[in-house]
Antibody, heavy 114, light 113 residues
Framework: EVQLVESGGNLVKPGGSLRLSCVVS????????LNWVRQAPGKGLEWVGR??????????DYAASVKGRFFVSRDDSRNTVYLQMNSLKIEDTAVYYC?????WGPGTRVTISS | DIVVTQSPDSLAVSLGERATINCKSS????????????LAWYQQKPGQSPKLLIY???TRASGVPDRFSGSGSGTDFTLTISNLQAEDVAVYYC?????????FGGGTRVEIK
């Protein structure tokens, strides 16, 4: 069974940083392309960023709203994908999900407030 | 960027009847090398994370009841829920994954009439 579990969400002041983690099990992690998607309170889904498998180059892509502030990385030895979030803004407040192979984690809540 | 537009925003359907949700992409999401449409449908129930229903525009994900079906081609796609059940009350999203940024439709809320 594919499982993804995010962690690291917290209350942070504007301008601060946070790193989210997502531990994955149930499929061959090293072959997977992994995405982060967020959902602001009461709103729809917004794709944040993606990292390809190392076999496919390990490159990353980002939404324009986070490019230059957010960074996705992966540790295939730990079956873990990370989302480093810097220069956080109030509008980054959301539940953050990691997704892969069609499966989603339960999400972790990030709140940006002074 | 490919813009994905869903309609309607919400609909109310009687139990046992059919619900139809439309999704339109601003550009083709057909990947020519595979001849597949890179279009997925998700279901999100209140307080839960999204669940994959359909991928490649018409392939049901594992364990998804056959009352859910996806169709379409070009830039117009449809999710049909036949014989609507109470547990189908949710928000449904389409998503294109043919090119980054990956984009979602705004969602369609399905309720029981």
């Amino acid at each position: 069974e594919v499982q993804l579990v995010e962690s690291g969400g917290n209350l942070v002041k504007p301008g601060g940083s946070l790193r989210l983690s997502c531990v994955v099990s149930g499929f061959t992690f090293s072959n997977a392309w992994l995405n982060w998607v967020r959902q602001a309170p009461g709103k729809g889904l917004e794709w944040v960023g993606r990292i390809k498998s190392k076999t496919d180059g390990g490159t990353t892509d980002y939404a324009a709203s986070v490019k230059g502030r957010f960074f996705v990385s992966r540790d295939d030895s730990r079956n873990t994908v990370y989302l480093q979030m810097n220069s956080l803004k109030i509008e980054d407040t959301a539940v953050y999900y990691c997704t892969a192979e069609g499966a989603w984690g339960p999400g972790t809540r990030v709140t940006i407030s002074s | 960027d490919i813009v994905v537009t869903q309609s309607p925003d919400s609909l109310a359907v009687s139990l046992g009847e059919r619900a139809t949700i439309n999704c339109k992409s601003s550009q083709s999401v057909l990947y020519s090398s595979s001849n597949k449409y890179y279009l997925a449908w998700y279901q999100q129930k209140p307080g839960q994370s999204p669940k994959l229903l359909i991928y490649w525009a018409s392939t049901r994900a594992s364990g998804v009841p056959d009352r859910f079906s996806g169709s379409g081609s070009g830039t117009d796609f449809t999710l049909t829920i036949s014989n609507l059940q109470a547990e189908d009350v949710a928000v449904y999203y389409c998503q294109q994954y043919s090119s980054t940024p990956l984009t979602f439709g705004g969602g369609t809320r399905v309720e029981i009439k």
